[in-house]
């Protein structure tokens, strides 16, 4: 959704964007193509329109609230304009590092002020279309609002090296959403990104579906394994998503999943240890960490060092977490070690003002032989607002 929003701000006509997505990260991003120029001409909650002319309007600052993608996403954008943009936000987003923007913008000619590698900064362009090289070894992200900058400034054939790239998939889905736009990016093995505006399609109207989200599916996916069962609907199983890896999962765990058109269904099972590497989708961690739990054996989660700059230092926060549940957890260099159990304790566990800890939290009381409490249920809010509605919709004790 997010990305989108991105590519509706900088595609000269009309956007119709099908089943949009409501969460508060959302929320932020409408929120500022908004200030950059695009205008919403319809919006429910099935359907939003927007119409812009393709430009970036001057404006003196955004604020990003505690989303990182959109951070990383339009301050590129933002630096198209050539006025000063002051960057803001608030919470755990101002412990997020920025430092790539120290590397990559300046060799597209914006110069960064009060920058100390931590929201807020400024940025001043207008940022110009160059070759350049990005390291992509902290998040995808920097280099998705690269690509989306560049897009709108190409005059001739871009080209964009980058090292180290993690969150492929990620990466997968911005060029997905480019192509719709009719900005069609070559990718050579995730290395090089060929930008040739010879080869773009120009297009009066859009139109997206965005589809259904594998991140917040996950949770009731788990929730089903370790004690029930459910129906997802509307998820695509051939889904550029990285967190579509949770079928993956839970098929090593011992589930059996059944397609059925476009529904997934899932049924508790007798759970097995098993290894995950989450290095491309850290997003999964919490939840597939109380998954880990409820299995026989002990699982091996690698990837830990994508956790540290998320909503909290999910490695403390999941561990935390696990141990509230009574389960036994180690750290071996980059992996997680978790010891199942049969059933969990009932806990008092800290959000950190994560939704994904608290979700998954939520998920792992399922199991839990008595009454546990969460702090923080607000903060589903950024991805997931009506989870606790639609969690005491499909709880039947």
């Known amino acids: 959704m997010q990305r989108v929003c991105a590519a509706a701000l900088l595609h000269n006509g009309e956007t119709i964007i099908n089943n949009p997505g409501s969460s508060e990260d959302d929320k932020v991003a409408l929120q500022i ?63 997020r590092p920025m430092d790539a923007f120290k590397e990559v913008l300046p060799q597209l000619n914006v110069s ?43 005059k001739e054939p871009i080209v964009v090296t980058v090292k180290g790239l993690k969150s492929k ?49 996950a949770y009731w996916l788990v929730g089903a394994a370790i004690n029930g069962s459910i129906r997802a609907l509307h998820l695509d199983q051939h889904s550029l998503q990285a967190d579509k890896k949770i079928i993956e999962i839970l098929e090593r765990a011992g589930c059996v999943i059944q397609f059925e058109r476009d529904m997934v269904c899932v049924k508790k099972a007798d759970l ?12 999964l961690f919490p939840i597939v960490a109380i998954l880990a739990a409820c299995c026989t054996g002990t ?25 509230g549940f009574g389960v036994s957890v180690s750290i071996e260099n980059d992996s997680l070690l978790i010891e199942g159990r049969q059933q969990l304790n009932p806990a008092t566990i800290n959000g950190y003002n ?23 249920k607000e903060a589903v809010g950024k991805s997931y607002p009506l989870f606790f509605q639609h969690l005491s919709l499909l709880h039947r004790p």
């Open 33 to 95: 193509i908004q200030q950059l120029g695009a205008k919403i001409t319809k919006q429910t909650s099935e359907q939003i329109i927007i119409e812009s002319s393709g430009r970036v309007n001057a404006i003196k600052d955004i604020n990003c609230n505690e989303s990182g993608l959109s951070a990383r996403l339009f301050t590129p954008i933002a630096a198209l304009c050539g006025d000063e943009v002051l960057i803001e936000g608030k919470g755990s987003l101002l412990q």
């Open 112 to 154: 960064l002020k009060a920058f100390n590698g931590f929201i807020p900064f400024s940025v001043k362009g207008p940022l110009q279309g160059k070759s350049i090289t990005v390291d992509g070894s902290i998040s995808s992200q920097f280099l998705t609002g690269v690509l989306f900058a560049l897009t709108s400034v190409a």
């Open 169 to 217: 998939p990620y990466i997968d889905l911005t060029l997905k959403v480019l192509a719709q736009f009719g900005r069609q990016i070559t990718n050579e093995n995730y290395c090089r990104f060929i930008i040739d505006p010879a080869q773009f399609t120009i297009k009066d109207e859009v139109t997206i579906q965005i589809e259904a989200d594998w991140s917040s599916a």
């Open 272 to 283: 097995r240890a098993f290894n995950a590497d989450l290095t491309d989708a850290p997003d």
């Open 299 to 323: 699982s091996r989660l690698q990837g830990l060092h994508r956790l540290k700059y998320k909503e909290s230092d999910r490695k403390k926060s999941i561990a935390d977490m696990l141990a």
């Open 354 to 376: 994560d939704h994904r800890i608290v979700m998954a939290a939520a998920i792992g009381a399922l199991l839990a032989n008595g009454e546990t409490s969460i702090a923080g």
